[in-house]
């Protein structure tokens, strides 16, 4: 963020594209729009997603603003930081945290879910407080239930039963690669080769996320309960 203040929000896109748009704080935002994409995941398996461009991004009449969300592992809650110039995030500053939406999923929740709470340390409280959907909006690759990331079907992609006992069935992807399986602490458990059939028998009971990778490198996440 080139120059210090507030900022507003908007994440955005489609989950599948695993892109996050946002739009708030528009006392001095106005309808600013930002668009945030995935770049990597962090050692909890958790997403991480920057702007786009990550230096540059018009930002109303502050100059140039560039953000980031990712899990703070320290606090156990989700943020939403801005640069502190040039696109880098090594001395970041603080917009908005959330600490009670769901912390077993490996993206972040959207803005009716938990509470994002706005660090007027930061903002001096121009962003109006927490976010709701009354002062804002936040759509793509976020989730807004306890059960977190993606639904059982995702552009064709499926997997039964659900709950599991032992296998997993996967249905709908030719290209699959590599098959990934984080628990709630987002810790992976397992990591093997794509399989439409996948077990889990020895996976305690809990929740815990599939995350399924193509050879064209897009990935598909589910949620599923083991028995």
Known sequence: MKTLHIILLFFGSTAFAQTITFAGCYNLFDNQMFTF????????GKNIYITTPVDGQPCSGLGSCEFKIQWNNALTRWEFIADEGNGTFASPYLIYYNSTGNSSALNPPGNTFGTWTENIA?????CGGVLTAANSTMTGDVHNSPLSTSETVQRGVY???NPVTSIINISGIENGKRIQIYNSAGQLVVSELFNEKVNVSQL???LYFLRI???????YEFRFIKK
Not at 122 to 126: I, K, P, S
Not at 213 to 219: F, K
């Open 122 to 126: 930061t903002t001096t409280g121009l």
């Open 213 to 219: 990778t193509s050879r064209d490198l897009h990935n």
């Open 37 to 44: 994409n995935k770049t990597g995941v962090d050692g909890q």
């Open 204 to 206: 305690a009971a809990g």
């Open 159 to 161: 997997i039964f039963p």
